[in-house]
């Protein structure tokens, strides 16, 4: 983004973020390019863009996750630079090099950074000689069943079985026992060979009752590091977030302090510059938290940081992007009340199982501390080549009472009809005792949902869903 | 005779058993994809597996014939 030059972003990514990031570049007074696949072309995020260029057919390989594709149309159109939103490129250093060297500004952090945190096993081993606390764990990829049997016993059951080079929740499963571990590592390794052409796997330490909390940092163009708060994200399925808040109700003053010292220094081993997302296990009879993983782009739930602290993250990232300062005063940010992110998805709300389809009718509430960032409209089409989130509904009050109820009165006025959605299971969620007594965790889903959370399937009848991303079946 | 009908539009990813086949209940027959998920399709209750409908790749919307176990 040169000065004086009438500026563009080109938008990698499409649905509801795809549209929150133009939102901000439209504010800005920048062009927005959009880019889609044919499956798309209805969507708001192009009847919204100032330009938009096909890139490809509706499989995301073919067109989200073409580099070459959004770097042509990045040259048509002429943009200045790229943001790539979360998911499909945005965490491929290989991209953002290629966005680099093609003279356009990368909206994201630096390739290095995203390739030293890309490697889980990488970024533990980096994180623990930075000082941040990890839990037991394997510190060299496990290549076999009986080295995975061997630090299993070494770490002490149960354990979590992870795909070094997955993320989102791919590939990730449980293990209380030995035959557990067996049957375990080889689905693992199997599907972290499929879908990432690397089937290291890290075993470590499962923490039972633990809480899903996660540090917002920003590396400043200046080289400081600062933290932005926490998000507690305990509410999943199938590894997959359901909602998120902020502040987290099971992080009290001395814990948050010691989270965000952490996160910062996690940020700064690496050089980090832009937003990035520290997340930590919390164990909920210790009170200590363990180092997960860094996401190195902006978190589906960076709103409910936006919501308390009035921060707009997209805005930021374009500034250090840009080698500018952020326009926020970095020493005096005070955040106010709660916010509460609800990911809207079309699914099922009993099973969780996907429900794509035409939407015949889509209305979304609004009020006081009410913010709705959507990818739909009414005779949009959702395809089934994409992952299920419509919308997120965030809302926002003085207290987590407030939030609350706020959210059950929107929820109640949100109404999608078509696809199936999870708004039921939301409205359950907010009246279920233990999420509304703030005293949760990552398991609080199947308490709500007993038979249809298990890790690697439903219990019972019927299909079982298993997460993965097809995106990333390379090497199917 | 069982129909296995799908539950939503999916892709068929990847075909399991053939037909001909004995299935004991809940042995996977096919597998199904939609929306980043991989959806095992299962046998309701054991048989022998008469008419398989759909190949790898073919794209089925809801209500769609998957397999007719006996």
């Known amino acids: 983004m040169l000065p004086g030059v009438p500026d563009s972003v080109l938008i990698a990514n499409r649905g509801e973020i795809a549209r929150r990031i133009a939102r901000t570049v439209r504010r800005l007074g920048i062009k927005v390019i959009a880019v889609y696949s044919e499956a798309d072309a209805d969507l708001p995020f192009i009847s919204e863009s100032d330009e938009a260029v096909l890139i490809g057919p509706a499989q995301a390989a073919l067109s989200y996750l073409n580099a070459d594709a959004i770097l042509a149309a990045a040259e048509r159109s002429r943009a200045h630079a790229i943001h790539p939103g979360y998911g499909f490129l945005a965490e491929n250093a290989e991209f953002a090099q290629r966005v680099i060297d093609a003279g356009l500004t990368w909206i994201g952090p630096s390739p290095d950074a995203i390739e030293q945190m890309g490697d889980k096993i990488r970024a533990r081993n980096l994180m623990a000689a930075a000082g941040l606390p990890v839990a037991q764990g394997s510190a060299e990829p496990v290549t076999d069943a009986d080295d995975a049997l061997a630090q299993a016993r070494r770490i002490g059951y149960p354990v979590m079985i992870k795909a070094a080079a997955g993320g989102g929740g791919i590939g990730m499963t449980t293990a209380a026992d030995d035959d557990q571990l067996r049957a375990g590592f080889d689905t693992a390794s199997s599907r972290a060979e499929r879908f990432f052409g690397n089937s290291s796997i890290l075993i470590e330490r499962y923490i039972t009752r633990a809480r899903h909390v996660e540090v917002q940092i920003l590396g400043l163009a200046d080289g400081r590091v600062i933290a932005l708060g926490e998000r507690d994200c305990s509410t999943q399925r199938r590894h997959q977030k359901l909602a998120e808040e902020t502040p987290s109700p099971g992080v009290g003053p001395e814990l948050r302090e010691r989270m965000f010292a952490a996160a910062v220094r996690a940020g700064e081993s690496v050089g980090y510059r832009g937003a990035g997302t520290v997340e930590c296990l919390v164990d909920g009879q210790t009170g200590q938290f363990v180092f997960l993983e860094m996401n190195t782009r902006l978190q589906v739930e960076h709103p409910v940081t936006e919501m308390v602290t009035g921060i707009d993250l997209v805005e930021q990232q374009m500034l250090i992007a840009d080698g500018a300062e952020v326009s926020f005063g970095v020493d005096s940010v005070k955040p106010i009340g709660h916010a509460l992110e609800l990911r809207v998805y079309a699914e099922d709300p009993i099973r969780f199982l996907p429900s794509p389809g035409a939407i015949t009718a889509w209305e979304e509430p609004s009020g006081d501390g009410v913010r709705v960032d959507a990818g739909y409209a009414a005779g949009n089409v959702v395809s089934q080549h994409y992952d299920p989130l419509l919308a997120k509904l965030i809302v926002h009050g003085q207290d987590r009472e407030q939030a609350l109820a706020r959210a059950s009165d929107a929820l109640g006025a949100f109404v999608v009809t078509g696809p199936k959605t999870n708004l039921p299971f939301h409205a359950e969620l907010i009246r279920f005792a233990e999420f509304s007594s703030g005293d949760y965790d990552t398991s609080v889903v199947t308490r709500l949902r007993p038979l249809w959370t298990d890790d690697v399937g439903v219990h019972g009848r019927g299909p079982r869903a298993v997460m993965i991303d097809s995106d990333m079946r390379r090497y199917a | ?70």
């Open chain 2, 1 to 70: 005779m069982t129909e296995i009908r799908a539950e939503m539009v999916a892709n068929v990813w990847k075909v399991v058993a053939a037909e001909g086949d004995t299935v004991g209940d809940g042995d996977t027959l096919v597998i199904l994809e939609s929306m980043k998920m991989e959806i095992p399709v299962l046998a309701e209750g054991a048989g022998t597996v008469v008419r398989l409908a759909v190949a790898e790749g073919d794209v089925i919307q809801e209500g769609d014939l998957i397999a007719v176990i006996e």
